[in-house]
């Protein structure tokens, strides 16, 4: 069985500091990674995955994750946060052999401060 | 491409009654996922398809619940009776292969 995990809530961060949304994950066989991002009222925007390859990955409006295989985690950052970032952030799981079922975490709420 | 195109995206409706939601995946993608979101249970996978075939629907709460894909073109949800307990948002998504999900606007249900 696979599982994910963001263990905050939430998480408040000032206008132009660094932002990390965390996320820990379990599965069999190798693991495929999402960041999925959700504005109030409209659906999930695809925003970075890690399949293979370089553990930074980067993606759409200037976020970056790291993918660490001893520590199971894939962690969103971003190095100056924007108060258009605020919005829930999703972290989803997959592996190699059963890659359509995807497990979805239970969101993290970013607030940005200005 | 206008991307996932669900409708209607606000159903309010009384508990027995069918409601039918219904989606329009991105031309080419050959996965269509269905979604449910509450507070309380967060994201739930129902029921995907691969090239119109449903593959798993081990997600899908119970009999009241039903999904087709007769083309590869549209996919329907249908609840039939509805219960208040089925009030969520319903996501549609598609992909194609082995691809990131490309998510609908919702439809947003409420039973009373």
């Known amino acids: 069985a696979q599982s994910v995990a963001q263990p905050e809530d939430q998480v408040n961060v000032a206008e132009g500091n660094p932002l990390t949304v965390k996320c820990t994950y379990s599965v069999s066989g190798n693991p495929y990674l999402f960041w999925y991002v959700q504005y109030p009222n409209r659906g999930l925007q695809f925003l970075l995955k890690y399949i293979t390859g370089d553990n930074l990955v980067k993606g759409s409006y200037g976020f970056e994750a790291e993918f660490n295989k001893s520590q199971t985690s894939f962690h969103l950052k971003k190095p100056s946060a924007l108060v258009s970032d605020s919005a829930l952030y999703f972290c989803?799981?997959?592996?190699?052999?059963?890659?359509?079922?995807?497990?979805f975490g239970t969101g993290t709420k970013l607030q940005v401060i200005p | 491409d206008a991307g996932v195109i669900q409708s209607p995206r606000h159903e309010v409706t009384e508990m027995g009654q069918e409601v039918t939601l219904r989606c329009k995946p991105i031309?080419?993608?050959?996965?269509l996922f269905w979604y449910r979101q509450t507070m309380m249970r967060g994201l739930e996978l129902l029921i995907y398809?691969?090239?119109?075939?449903?593959?798993?629907d081990s997600g899908m709460p119970e009999d009241r619940f039903s999904a087709k894909m007769p083309n590869a073109s549209f996919s329907t949800l249908k609840i039939q009776p509805s219960e208040p307990r089925d009030s969520a948002v319903y996501f549609c998504?598609?992909?194609?292969?082995?691809?990131?999900?490309?998510f609908g606007p919702g439809t947003r249900l409420t039973v009373l």
């Open positions: 031309s080419g993608h050959d996965y």
């Open positions: 998504a598609s992909s194609l292969s082995h691809n990131e999900q490309f």
């Open positions: 989803a799981v997959t592996w190699e052999g059963g890659y359509q079922k995807v497990t």
């Open positions: 398809f691969n090239n119109n075939v449903p593959i798993d």
